[in-house]
């Protein structure tokens, strides 16, 4: 189907999150990736063990060389880890490619718990880049830090998700999965209203990379030329199986099976 989305975010090398999982999500949904890195992390399914920031100056350049060339569908982002990088990543697109989606994932925290933006960016999150995010994926703990309300239902979540519309975001999805039930509700709002989607919660301890991989789905939808709803609805349908066929890899918050999607038989490995 094509799409060419380019992905700015950090590293994982542990493959279940991060650009690793961006990567796969978009190929394995018929798009195109390229990346400008941000961060080289060390990891895997127990935690968090290093973080080497990769300088904004580089990351600009990784941008630079990709649009003029390869040129993007759309843009997704990840952990972005400090406000020049947010800031030069604006000021590229804003020079580069001023009409393509942007979608926000707005890394913050690791599920360790060690914080992957600086606390001074989130400010320049909110200031610079959210107004110019064509869809925001925040889950719970990320809704209440950029809105500063407590979330702790779905009532909250609306007010979430429309506060963040009214920051200048077109389209807000906050995502329910770390609310206690046994439904994962999603609600999106725009200008246009709100609706939420659902489905049951999958009993998995496999959950690594699930943020990254529902925004890159997202993206690659809009990159493809598909409307908010159906691309927000395919990324969805998509993460559930992928969660519902995870290999079980690591001894801890294991990967997706992202490559749920690839038929393998013809090729003698199925």
Known sequence: MNGRVLIVAGSDS???AGIQADIKTVTALGGFAATAVTAITAQN???LFGIVPVEASFVRQQIDVVLADI???????GMLCSAEVIETLVEALEAQAPGAPVVVDPVMISTSGQRLLDCSAVDALKRALLVRATLVTPNVPEAEALTGMTVRDIDDMRR???MLVKLGVKVAMVKGGHLDSKTVCDLIASEDGVYTLSSPRI?????HGTGCTLAS????????GMAFRPAI????RYLIAALESAPGYGQGHGPLDHAHTVCLEEWGAG
């Open 203 to 207: 009993e998995t301890r496999h959950t």
């Open 71 to 77: 040129g993007a569908d759309a843009i997704k982002t």
């Open 14 to 16: 542990g493959g279940g």
């Open 217 to 224: 789905g997202i993206a690659t939808g809009l990159a493809q």
């Open 160 to 162: 979430a998700a429309e």
């Open 233 to 236: 609805e395919r990324a969805r």
């Open 45 to 47: 399914t127990l935690g």
